[in-house]
């Protein structure tokens, strides 16, 4: 390959490359392949097309088989209580699940580090899988996942990490710091109003603060102390990226509502519009229909160019329209507007969720990548489980506590657990106190949607302050650059005007080839 250069008189010439120097081009694929987690050198080989369709299939069919079985607890939640004879307790049930999610979400993540990303996902399947009613159809895309994996040959050689560097005291106190803090407001949301200022509701909640602040000073003693030794499960490196840091805040704050309403609005339709379980699931689908559509919106407009900020502004924006114009539906003849807001919170909740995914993608090191990802979904799910607790404790307040009032005590010993069986009066008076506590839940659904604005606001305010400052120091570094780069100058004599006119010479010049004297 040929280098065209150009000389101080202006010509050009063209002369040859050493083949042993790599071009700009090249040098920066070489960079964009070069990981910073493997080591320099690991390049990362392309999969091939069919096959990587395939891998994505295996894990694709595992998300979904997490959502429906999410989507399944939410709607026979009603029935469980009915079966049991014991609403007040249904709450737990969920619970259970959202926070085994948050408990284990971070030091998972970490885990694939350890034992690698295959075996962490595969485990985490099986374990799913043993325990689902959708064994059979996780088997077979466990299997599909399995045979597709790469091979060695197809994959970088990672630098895997020893048990003795994962994080056991900042997971026990992640696990106890999130289990505590929402078993505080669940266990006082069934209770008696008198709650508040006892030892069991006080105590979980300060120990669960505690443990917050020992996950915060363990991550500054692991960066002071421990950085070689330890890979930590809450890294505080992470939180001194501003994008990241307040989309993950947001994180939180739009997982109140999501969970929220998610749990809650099935109950809503199986007892205020009388619908059957699997009817009232049915109802969820343009919620779960449009975060699909919302996320892949989100990852084509960020395809290209990075419009992150904007991305996550507009899904908290739609989700707060959402969420501010569900409380006002009141009956069963609001159910076709009920649809259509579930529908505009949907739509926000992808796009902000997969906006936050890029974020990770795009400001986090690789190294932390695994950790990111955790506390990023530790925080959506730990919002929702606060969000369900609430939704519990207004559950309590305005149906369960009230039974006696609403119902005489002849006709509440024989409901058995179902609302249903009221007729009259009797049933209209529940209806209006399950609207009552669904209206409550809602509104402060809505709130937190609207603080997730405020929080992403602040997040393009500072993005445009960061380019105005980037901007402001490119244009001082060209400034700095421009007498440097320019080339002295020298004042050429002026051309005798007899040589332009071709008559002579004039003194001290040269003209027609003559020699001076």
Same mark, same amino acid.
């Given at each position: 390959?040929?280098?065209?250069?150009?000389?101080?008189?202006?010509?050009?010439?063209?002369?040859?490359?050493?083949?042993?120097?790599?071009?700009?081009?090249?040098?920066?694929?070489?960079?964009?392949?070069?990981?910073?987690?493997?080591?320099?050198?690991?390049?990362?080989?392309?999969?091939?097309?069919?096959?990587?369709?395939?891998?994505?299939?295996?894990?694709?069919?595992?998300?979904?088989?997490?959502?429906?079985?999410?989507?399944?607890?939410?709607?026979?939640?009603?029935?469980?209580?009915?079966?049991?004879?014991?609403?007040?307790?249904?709450?737990?049930?969920?619970?259970?699940?959202?926070?085994?999610?948050?408990?284990?979400?971070?030091?998972?993540?970490?885990?694939? $580090?350890?034992? /690698?990303?295959?075996?962490?996902? *595969?485990? !985490?399947?099986?374990?799913?899988? =043993? &325990?689902?009613? #959708? @064994?059979?159809?996780?088997?077979?895309?466990?299997?599909?996942?399995?045979?597709?994996?790469?091979?060695?040959?197809?994959?970088?050689?990672?630098?895997?990490?020893?048990?003795?560097?994962? $994080?056991?005291? /900042?997971?026990?106190?992640?696990? *106890?710091? !999130?289990?505590?803090?929402?078993? =505080? &407001?669940?266990? #006082? @949301?069934?209770?008696?109003?008198?709650?508040?200022?006892?030892?069991?509701?006080?105590?979980?909640?300060?120990?669960?603060?505690?443990?917050?602040?020992?996950?915060?000073?363990?991550?500054?003693?692991?960066?002071?102390?421990?950085?070689?030794?330890?890979?930590?499960?809450?890294?505080?490196?992470? &939180?001194?990226?501003?994008?990241?840091?307040?989309?993950?805040?947001?994180?939180?704050?739009?997982?109140?509502?999501?969970?929220?309403?998610?749990?809650?609005?099935?109950?809503?339709?199986?007892?205020?519009?009388?619908?059957?379980?699997?009817?009232?699931?049915?109802?969820?689908?343009?919620?779960?229909?449009?975060?699909?559509?919302?996320?892949?919106?989100?990852?084509?407009?960020?395809?290209?160019?990075?419009?992150?900020?904007?991305?996550?502004?507009?899904?908290?924006?739609?989700?707060?329209?959402?969420?501010?114009?569900?409380?006002?539906?009141?009956?069963?003849?609001?159910?076709?507007?009920?649809?259509?807001?579930?529908?505009?919170?949907?739509?926000?909740?992808?796009?902000?969720?997969?906006?936050?995914?890029?974020?990770?993608?795009?400001?986090?090191?690789?190294?932390?990548?695994?950790?990111?990802?955790?506390?990023?979904?530790?925080?959506?799910?730990?919002?929702?489980?606060?969000?369900?607790?609430?939704?519990?404790?207004?559950?309590?307040?305005?149906?369960?506590?009230?039974?006696?009032?609403?119902?005489?005590?002849?006709?509440?010993?024989?409901?058995?657990?179902?609302?249903?069986?009221?007729?009259?009066?009797?049933?209209?008076?529940?209806?209006?106190?399950?609207?009552?506590?669904?209206?409550?839940?809602?509104?402060?659904?809505?709130?937190?949607?609207?603080?997730?604005?405020?929080?992403?606001?602040?997040?393009?305010?500072?993005?445009?302050?960061?380019?105005?400052?980037?901007?402001?120091?490119?244009?001082?570094?060209?400034?700095?650059?421009?007498?440097?780069?320019?080339?002295?100058?020298?004042?050429?004599?002026?051309?005798?005007?007899?040589?332009?006119?071709?008559?002579?010479?004039?003194?001290?010049?040269?003209?027609?080839?003559?020699?001076?004297?």
């Amino acid at each position: 390959m040929a280098i065209f250069s150009t000389r101080p008189d202006g010509t050009s010439s063209v002369e040859p490359r050493d083949a042993s120097q790599p071009t700009v081009t090249e040098r920066a694929i070489e960079a964009m392949e070069v990981d910073d987690f493997q080591g320099p050198g690991a390049y990362v080989n392309i999969l091939p097309v069919c096959r990587f369709w395939v891998l994505c299939f295996g894990v694709c069919a595992g998300l979904l088989l997490s959502i429906i079985d999410s989507s399944i607890l939410a709607t026979s939640l009603y029935t469980i209580g009915v079966e049991f004879q014991e609403h007040s307790l249904i709450n737990w049930v969920v619970l259970a699940y959202t926070l085994g999610y948050t408990g284990f979400a971070v030091s998972c993540s970490t885990l694939s $580090d350890i034992i /690698g990303q295959r075996n962490a996902f *595969a485990g !985490s399947y099986i374990l799913f899988v =043993a &325990f689902s009613i #959708a @064994g059979p159809i996780g088997v077979g895309s466990l299997l599909i996942f399995l045979l597709s994996w790469p091979s060695k040959e197809e994959m970088p050689r990672p630098q895997t990490r020893p048990w003795r560097q994962f $994080d056991f005291v /900042g997971t026990v106190l992640g696990i *106890a710091a !999130s289990v505590l803090v929402v078993f =505080a &407001f669940q266990n #006082a @949301g069934e209770s008696e109003p008198t709650i508040w200022g006892r030892a069991v509701f006080i105590a979980p909640v300060v120990t669960g603060l505690a443990c917050w602040v020992g996950v915060v000073a363990w991550g500054y003693a692991i960066e002071k102390w421990f950085a070689h030794r330890i890979v930590p499960v809450f890294p505080i490196q992470l &939180f001194r990226i501003q994008r990241y840091a307040r989309s993950a805040l947001t994180t939180f704050l739009v997982g109140y509502p999501h969970l929220l309403l998610i749990f809650s609005f099935p109950i809503r339709m199986q007892i205020v519009s009388g619908k059957s379980p699997l009817i009232a699931g049915l109802m969820l689908l343009p919620m779960l229909g449009t975060v699909a559509i919302g996320s892949m919106v989100s990852g084509k407009i960020n395809s290209a160019k990075d419009h992150l900020s904007g991305t996550l502004r507009c899904g908290t924006w739609m989700m707060a329209l959402g969420f501010v114009l569900l409380p006002t539906i009141k009956g069963s003849e609001d159910d076709a507007k009920a649809l259509g807001f579930l529908a505009f919170a949907g739509f926000g909740f992808g796009l902000f969720t997969a906006a936050a995914t890029n974020v990770i993608s795009v400001d986090v090191p690789t190294r932390q990548k695994a950790s990111a990802h955790g506390i990023t979904a530790q925080a959506k799910i730990l919002g929702g489980s606060l969000g369900i607790s609430i939704s519990t404790l207004f559950l309590h307040t305005e149906v369960i506590n009230r039974l006696p009032e609403l119902v005489p005590p002849e006709e509440l010993a024989s409901v058995r657990g179902d609302v249903q069986n009221l007729r009259g009066a009797s049933l209209e008076a529940v209806k209006r106190a399950y609207v009552s506590a669904f209206h409550k839940g809602i509104t402060t659904a809505a709130v937190a949607a609207c603080l997730a604005v405020l929080s992403t606001a602040f997040i393009t305010c500072q993005m445009r302050r960061r380019e105005r400052r980037r901007d402001v120091e490119q244009q001082q570094q060209r400034e700095n650059a421009a007498p440097e780069e320019e080339e002295p100058r020298f004042a050429e004599p002026p051309i005798p005007l007899q040589t332009i006119a071709g008559g002579g010479v004039a003194e001290g010049g040269v003209a027609r080839g003559e020699p001076a004297k």
